[in-house]
T-cell receptor, first 116, second 111 residues
Framework: DAGITQSPRHKVTETGTPVTLRCHQTENHRYMYWYRQDPGHGLRLIHY???????DKGEVSDGYSVSRSKTEDFLLTLESATSSQTSVYFC???????????????FGEGSRLTVL | QKEVEQDPGPLSVPEGAIVSLNCTYSNSAFQYFMWYRQYSRKGPELLMY????GNKEDGRFTAQVDKSSKYISLFIRDSQPSDSATYLC???????????FGKGTRLSVIA
């Protein structure tokens, strides 16, 4: 299994509170991603990073911010959580110029967030 | 129209059946095609990967890509209850572009 750890794995919070999800990898992969997965929508890309301090938006980035200060850590922050952000969040990594040149993703176990 | 279309199912088959899962896509620039398997409450894991058109076989699984029709398939022979999962197709243009996923098809194999 790829060395990807997500924390927390489960969180219940209230509307309006800030939430930070952490993804930690031990594979030294260059790219890191945050997806959310919802019934009827599948996996949707929120943000991704192609290097330390280099990030870009995905298709559902509104209401989310990210930071990557070290190769191994990628943080997803919900500044003010809303009920529509109740979802399962997956971190993924890839290394298209190194260990996995075809760009396949390796996923973490997911973080289940409930916003009441 | 979404870039990648996949019937969400659910699909229920008896043990031993041949399963066919399919995706269509609209962007002819896609070059790499993948199938991921996701068990309940787990992250997706790569099952099959193919480059450009053609077939690829791995045990009971065969991935097929028809770029002229913009259509990809995953066949599962002699299906087992342990194959019960959600199968997601995914594709990308190059290694440095984000993967684009279908919505996934939920498969149940009944013993």
């Amino acid at each position: 299994d790829a060395g990807i750890t997500q924390s927390p794995r489960h969180k219940v919070t209230e509307t309006g509170t800030p939430v930070t999800l952490r993804c930690h990898q031990t594979e030294n992969h260059r790219y890191m991603y945050w997806y959310r997965q919802d019934p009827g929508h599948g996996l949707r890309l929120i943000h991704y990073s192609y290097g330390v301090k280099d990030t870009d938006k995905g298709e559902v980035s509104d209401g989310y911010s990210v930071s990557r200060s070290k190769t191994e850590d990628f943080l997803l922050t919900l500044e003010s959580a809303t009920s529509s952000q109740t979802s399962v969040y997956f971190c993924a990594i890839s290394d298209p110029s190194g260990q996995s040149p075809t760009g396949e993703l390796f996923f973490g176990e997911g973080s289940r967030l409930t916003v009441l | 129209q979404k870039e990648v279309e996949q019937d969400p199912g659910p699909l229920s088959v008896p043990e031993g059946a041949i399963v066919s899962l399919n995706c269509t896509y609209s962007n002819s620039a896609f070059q790499y095609f993948m199938w991921y398997r996701q068990y309940s409450r787990k992250g997706p894991e790569l099952l099959m990967y193919t480059y450009s058109s053609g077939n690829k076989e791995d045990g009971r699984f065969t991935a097929q890509v028809d770029k002229s029709s913009k259509y990809i398939s995953l066949f599962i022979r002699d299906s087992q209850p342990s194959d019960s999962a959600t199968y997601l197709c995914a594709m990308l243009m190059s290694g440095n572009t984000p993967l684009v996923f279908g919505k996934g098809t939920r498969l149940s194999v009944i013993a």
